[in-house]
């Protein structure tokens, strides 16, 4: 286990955290009364917001799933959250018991939940480490102590760029974790939409933002820049429920504005 951020072990309860809201939308219990509060004030204004939650994880599950059927055993997960089972590992080690996984999330209740998250099987490996998107150097620097950059590796930020404002510049961190990885590695993502409801999506935004997390849904030609340079796997950028629904598990419907879609560096 890597710890790349400082106070790494401090838990701040005083304001809500994203990773926590969404354990929350998802049912589970590793949450406190902020987040608690922000997240019902999000239920409130956009009731399908556990729906939403859940048609994300089982995309990250189709996705992970395709991706290790087409060969790739090596995965970057940003923004992982705290475990909630079948975890990425579990879902591309069933496939190829070698892979290997590393973790980042920057909420100090994962760490404190990171051991779910490391029991690999014994051909493959999983690591966890402390870190923020935002500093994509101290990811990948940890990261090589697990993973191989000379072989195809599977960058995954699902639903966490709609959790980093153009403030912090999302392409160029994007475009920094990629320049590392060589070609044939591949980078999914998954994004909150305000397309269908710019009014309530505001609100949605403001809650985050006044909880301290830059929040910002992006439209399907915002979302879509993020893979300029790559070749973008069929069926493109869609809305969750139409990406590949044959692949099992689909939750939700095309009422969710999620967008997807997973690219493929050249």
Do not use: C
Request: proline share 7%; net charge negative.
């Amino acid at each position: 286990m890597t710890d790349t951020g400082s106070g790494a072990d401090r838990l701040d309860t005083s304001k809500p955290h994203s990773a926590r809201m969404y354990d929350y939308f998802l049912g589970g219990k590793d949450n406190y009364p902020v987040d608690v509060a922000a997240a019902e004030q999000v239920t409130t204004l956009f009731p399908a917001v556990s729906a939403m939650a859940r048609t994300n994880r089982a995309f990250m599950h189709r996705a992970s799933r395709l991706l290790a059927e087409r060969g790739v055993r090596q995965f970057l997960d940003i923004g992982t959250g705290i475990p909630t089972r079948p975890n990425l590992h579990q879902i591309v080690q069933g496939i190829a018991p070698e892979a290997r996984v590393v973790y980042a999330d920057n909420d100090p209740i994962v760490l404190r939940h990171a051991e779910a998250l490391l029991h690999s099987t014994p051909e493959g490996r999983t690591a966890y480490v402390q870190g923020d998107v935002r500093e994509p150097g101290k990811i990948i620097a940890a990261a090589r102590e697990t993973l191989d950059f000379t072989q195809p590796i599977a960058l995954s930020l699902v639903a966490l760029l709609h959790l980093v404002g153009d403030e912090d510049t999302p392409g160029l961190i994007l475009r920094r974790l990629l320049r590392p990885l060589p070609p044939g590695s591949y980078v999914t993502l998954s994004h909150a939409t305000g397309d269908f409801d710019p009014e309530t999506w505001e609100r949605v935004v403001e809650v985050y933002r006044k909880g301290g997390t830059a929040a910002q849904v992006r439209s399907r030609a915002e979302f879509s820049a993020f893979f300029t340079g790559l070749e973008l796997l069929d069926p493109g950028v869609v809305l969750a429920a139409e990406w590949h629904p044959e692949l099992g598990e689909r939750v939700g419907g095309t009422e969710i504005p999620l967008y997807v879609g997973i690219g493929r560096k050249p």
